[in-house]
């Protein structure tokens, strides 16, 4: 079974600080993806990643980043957080072939930025 | 925009009756997808449905496509307590990045 680790399920943090979500994937796909989901707007592509030190942004990128140093693992990076910010960040894993399969989510992490 | 649009937003049946849920969407697409996402937890994929498929099957899941209206319907039969859950479809248009989600239908079920 495809298993997608989301190290933190619950943050909470502060207008303007740094914070990191990390994600862990451990069957070897090439591609992997953040998304935000808030109530009413659905998923939302933030930015993906085909291949180590590869990545791109998806539809709504601002005031975020990535990085994807390791194949296992893709961060997500708010440098600066802002209360818009606050929702359900999800990461999911997408394998190399068939470009039309399915994508396997981790559980979440759900940030409140204060 | 978004692709997939979910009808109803919320619906709320009795246990073991059937519940019925259907998605629209806008542009061309190669396939559609449902996936399941329990409260607070991440999603999980349920069915995949090819556009040049009409009907899929998998256990108490039914979807069927219609490509000349742009809509998918997922019909749960028999539902159980445990199917509470909010249900996205997905409408793919090529790789995984085009993949575009609706923003789901709340299903309850009264035991």
């Known amino acids: 079974d495809v298993k997608v680790t989301q190290s933190s399920r619950y943050l909470v943090k502060r207008t303007g600080e740094k914070v990191f979500l990390e994600c862990v994937q451990d069957?070897?796909?090439?591609?992997m993806f953040w998304y935000r989901q808030d109530p009413g707007l659905g998923l939302r592509l933030i930015y993906f990643?085909?291949?180590?030190?590869?990545?791109e942004k998806g539809d709504i990128p601002e005031g975020y980043s990535v990085s994807r140093e390791k194949k296992e693992r893709f961060s997500l990076i708010l440098e600066s957080a802002s209360t818009n910010q606050t929702s359900m960040y999800l990461c999911?894993?997408?394998?190399?072939?068939?470009?039309?399969?399915?994508?396997?989510f981790g559980e979440g992490s759900r940030l409140t930025v204060l | 925009s978004q692709q997939g649009e979910e009808d109803p937003q919320a619906l709320s049946i009795q246990e073991g009756e059937n519940a019925t849920m259907n998605c629209s969407y806008k542009?061309?697409?190669?396939?559609l997808q449902w996936y399941r996402q329990n409260s607070g937890r991440g999603l999980v994929h349920l069915i995949l449905?090819?556009?040049?498929?009409r009907e899929k099957h998998s256990g108490r899941l039914r979807v069927t496509l219609d490509t000349s209206k742009k809509s998918s319907s997922l019909l749960i039969t028999a539902s159980r307590a445990a199917d509470t859950a909010s249900y996205f479809c997905a409408a793919g248009r090529g790789s995984a990045r085009q993949l575009t989600f609706g923003s789901g239908t709340q299903l309850t079920v009264l035991p």
């Open positions: 999911a894993t997408h394998p190399p072939r068939g470009n039309t399969g399915e994508l396997f």
């Open positions: 449905i090819r556009s040049n498929e």
């Open positions: 069957m070897d796909h090439e591609n």
């Open positions: 990643s085909y291949d180590v030190k590869m990545k």
């Open positions: 542009t061309s697409i190669n396939n």
